[in-house]
């Protein structure tokens, strides 16, 4: 925007570079160039300022395809005013003598015609091509179609604008149109993820089976190895029983022999103190015997009534108690009798 400083009578403008300043006076075109800087005087003087840097202007709009369906095309366009003086002759640029603000709106203007060239170039190509075609080939060729058609008609250059770039950002159906597109695919790459869950599934119930696999093998050879063992133990137990037989045989041997042996000295000890003892005995009872036999000879020579004294005196030896003793006449006469005559003769004797 240019800059204007207000003195009596006179004013002066100072452009900034990238803007072509037009001054008329009278009618007549006084001064033309970029960044200017004069006085001049408001009452006589018609000022226009034309920007000369790169200006974008966006479009935004909606479109129908040959099958009848909408498609939302957005991107923008970059131009330049290359002859402002044209541009000037087209479009009010005027700006306020003493202000330097503009007295119309241009810019709208200028934009309008823009986005309107863009948009009708665009609309034809999306005319004559379906849904998919637009979608597939949408960005590009909207691209190329709005840029040939902005350079190659007239509008543009014959307002001495240069056309800089065209950019495409986004071709797009409606949300409704465009999740139906969007289906088939979808449904694809679920199924792509529902084979490969299944194909994981499959490999995972695989490695689970040679998983189960293994373990029933290891459990076949440790039960296979558990048989081994016990078949080893019983054995080893049959051996260890049989050698725990052999060894008490062996000590049963042993002790059999040792009590043989033992018995065989006790009873030839035995046998020698049994001898022994038989001898003492025969000589103990042959000494007796004899005694006894000389002392039955002895009172064999005797008389009947000191045999029967003898005999009585001896019992009352052997008894240590006598309650009663009955004697009957019958006894006692023979026996005095004879003990009287016993005494008779043992004094005769000694006298």
């Known amino acids: 925007m240019a800059h204007i400083t207000r003195v009596p009578v006179f004013r002066h403008l100072r452009a900034e570079p990238s803007t072509h300043v037009l001054h008329y006076q009278k009618g007549q075109l006084r001064r033309s160039g970029r960044g200017l800087s004069f006085w001049y005087r408001p009452m006589v003087s018609g000022l226009a300022e034309i920007p000369l840097d790169d200006r974008e202007q966006a479009f935004h709009f909606v479109g129908r395809t040959l099958d009848f369906q909408d498609v939302t095309v957005q991107g923008a366009v970059t131009y330049r005013v290359i002859r402002p003086e044209e541009l000037a002759k087209r479009l009010d640029f005027s700006i306020d003598v003493d202000r330097g603000v503009y007295l119309r709106k241009p810019f709208e203007q200028l934009t309008g015609i823009v986005a309107q060239l863009a948009q009708q170039s665009a609309l034809d190509y999306m005319a004559h091509a379906d849904l998919r075609t637009v979608l597939q080939d949408g960005v590009q060729a909207l691209r190329d179609r709005i840029d040939a058609f902005l350079r190659g008609t007239g509008e543009l250059s014959g307002m001495g604008i240069e056309l800089v ?155 240590e108690k006598i309650d009663h003793v009955n004697l009957s006449p019958d006894l006692l006469g023979p026996l005095m009798q004879d003990l009287l005559s016993a005494g008779t003769r043992r004094l005769e004797n000694g006298n």
Do not use: Y
């Open 165 to 319: 770039s065209v950019r495409v950002a986004k071709v797009a159906p409606s949300n409704e149109l465009e999740k139906a597109l969007q289906a088939p695919t979808r449904e694809l790459i679920q199924q792509t993820a529902d084979e490969a869950a299944f194909q994981r599934r499959a490999q995972a119930v695989d490695k689970e089976r040679a998983i189960a696999e293994n373990e029933l093998q290891n459990k076949i050879e440790l039960a296979r190895r558990a048989e081994k063992l016990i078949d080893q133990e019983g054995a080893n137990d049959v051996r260890r029983q049989q050698e725990l037989a052999a060894a008490r045989r062996i000590e049963a041997t042993a002790t059999a022999d040792a009590a043989r042996i033992k018995a065989e000295g006790d009873a030839t000890v035995i046998r020698s103190t049994a001898m022994a003892r038989a001898d003492e005995i025969e000589q103990v009872q042959g000494a007796h015997n004899r005694a006894e036999a000389a002392r039955l000879d002895a009172h064999s020579k005797l008389p009947p009534a000191v045999v029967v004294g003898i005999a009585l005196r001896e019992l009352a030896s052997k008894l």
